[in-house]
């Protein structure tokens, strides 16, 4: 089993920054992706993005270019440094964990005034 538990949301206004970590325990192999989701009211989940053991990085559309996802495998620690923030990045943001199963974390509030 691998538990997940993420930390670092909140409230920030429109251009204002946050970082997310993940922290990952448990029976953990490698090589595993893991990734950020979101899922705002009333949407479906997105990706927002992932990223290899190796340090391979994939991100969504809406998130490229202000976004940037980072690993510590010797603390097995997933982060995203969110910077100009727009109200639409408002969501409960989720960590991901893919090996042989796929696990979730319980989620952090993220919320962007205007």
């Known amino acids: 089993q691998v538990q997940l538990v993420e930390s670092g949301g909140g409230l920030v206004q429109a251009g204002g920054s946050l970082r997310l970590s993940c922290a990952a325990s448990g029976t953990i192999f490698r090589p595993n992706v893991m990734g950020w989701y979101r899922q705002a009211p009333g949407k479906q989940r997105e990706l927002v993005a992932q990223i290899t053991t190796g340090g391979n990085t994939n991100y969504g559309d809406s998130v490229r270019g202000r976004f940037t996802i980072s690993r510590d495998n010797t603390k097995n620690t997933m982060y995203l440094q969110m910077n100009n923030l727009k109200p639409e990045d408002t969501a409960i943001y989720y960590c991901?964990?893919?090996?042989?199963?796929?696990?979730w974390g319980q989620g952090t509030q993220v919320t962007v005034s205007s």
């Open positions: 991901n964990l893919r090996q042989t199963n796929t696990y």
